[in-house]
């Protein structure tokens, strides 16, 4: 049954057509046709044969809403849905064919899915039994390619292949137990002993495919015992590591290590610097909204607006938009040198329309009616 499935995938990728013996319908005004082996199909007709599929598909006839499928891919590869439907019918009649271990990894819902929930809410009109009858007789006229099927079945095992050796890696028993030890050390807040059996791990399983999280997370251990510098030491180490998937994280760590450090004028160009090197992190909007508080922090106050404001510019749909908004009103409440109640107002007015679900509105909202009641 594998190779049949398979041979209805050549069928709709290689121009096997199927020999629809119907009448051609002509398109009234204004409709687009699609031309097979010279019959041609309205959008109507389309539709009319796209239903027909979702009603095989529903009673889980799977093989003959395989081949309707296909047959409207080879149409019109546009038609919406009709690919989800394809793709999802023959997911699940291989399923059909497996151990029920595997039947149950196969059939888990996929994000398409919803789509095709959706569509089959929709109302379809039925059609006579007498219709899905020719309809079975036409697919069943499919040429079918042998040959094409022992090559797909070799191509097949070749990807299967490919696909076990990129696995993830994973590590030894034995050696991840340790490092499972060290992290329970670490959220337990047994910090100075996480530190220690993660460096003996390190010393221990230098090759470790776990060495990153090792190194990363002495880091922070480090960090939350206040001290920075070796903090930042174990965050550099992780730059150094070749293909390492936690660069733009301890970069932004060591942003932070030197603004814990006193040092903020470096601290603004690191952050700078992660901007070059990890434009598609998801860490920007943090990045940006700490170069603004690096700007109050050095009483910069023009400097820390343009900035704040920059962030809910560019990153809207953020929870550091929202915290941006709620310190551009803060500023201009409590900061002598540019205090402007009005501003401050708006600011807040924005938070509580735009952010309603944020920690900052509550606040928000008390500043903004004490400010109104007291000094507008």
């Known amino acids: 049954m594998k190779r ?11 121009g096997c057509g199927v020999l629809f013996k119907k009448e ?3 398109s009234p005004p204004n409709v687009e046709e699609s031309q097979e082996e010279g019959i041609s199909y309205t959008k109507e007709k389309l539709d009319e044969l796209f239903n027909q599929g979702v009603g095989y598909y529903k009673r889980e006839e799977f093989d003959s809403a395989i081949k309707v499928f296909s047959q409207i891919l080879r149409i019109s590869p546009d038609y919406p849905e009709v690919q989800l439907y394809f793709e999802q019918a023959l997911r699940k009649r291989m399923a059909a064919e497996r151990p029920e271990e595997e039947k149950a990894e196969v059939e888990q819902k996929k ?3 919803k789509v095709m929930e959706d569509r089959e809410k929709k109302e379809i009109p039925s059609k006579p039994r007498e219709e899905e009858v ?5 697919i069943k006229r499919i040429p079918f390619d042998e040959k094409r099927i022992e090559d797909l079945l070799k191509v097949e095992k070749e990807v299967e292949k490919k696909v076990a050796e990129e696995e993830e890696i994973v590590a030894p028993e034995e050696e991840r137990k340790d490092f499972e030890f060290a992290q329970d050390l670490f959220k337990k807040g047994y910090l100075r002993e996480a530190i220690s059996e993660f460096q003996s791990f390190l010393t221990k399983y230098p090759g470790s495919v776990l060495r990153e999280d090792a190194i990363f997370k002495v880091g922070e251990a480090h960090f939350e015992l206040e001290e920075y510098a070796e903090a930042q030491e174990s965050f550099g180490q992780i730059l150094t590591l070749e293909g390492s998937k936690l660069k733009d994280r301890a970069q932004f760590n060591i942003c932070q290590c ?3 450090r006193g040092d903020l004028d470096t601290a603004i160009l690191e952050y700078l610097r992660f901007e070059s090197l990890y434009p598609k992190s998801r860490l920007k909007p943090k990045v940006h909204l700490e170069i603004a508080n690096i700007y109050r922090k050095k009483r910069d106050y ?4 343009i900035e704040y404001n920059n962030v809910m510019v ?6 550091e938009a929202a915290e941006a908004c709620f310190n551009i009103g803060d500023i201009y409440d409590n900061i002598y040198e540019v205090r402007d109640f009005k501003k401050a107002v708006d600011a807040y007015k924005k938070l509580i329309t735009n952010y309603p679900e944020s920690r900052w509105c509550p606040q928000a909202m008390e500043r903004k009616r004490y400010i109104e009641d007291n000094y507008l």
């Open 4 to 14: 049949f499935i398979l041979l209805i995938l050549i069928t709709s990728v290689c």
């Open 24 to 26: 051609a319908i002509k």
């Open 111 to 113: 994000p398409e899915e």
């Open 134 to 138: 020719i309809v079975e007789e036409e």
């Open 258 to 260: 030197l603004e814990k």
């Open 302 to 305: 023009s400097r820390a607006l």
């Open 314 to 319: 560019h990153f809207p749909d953020t929870d």
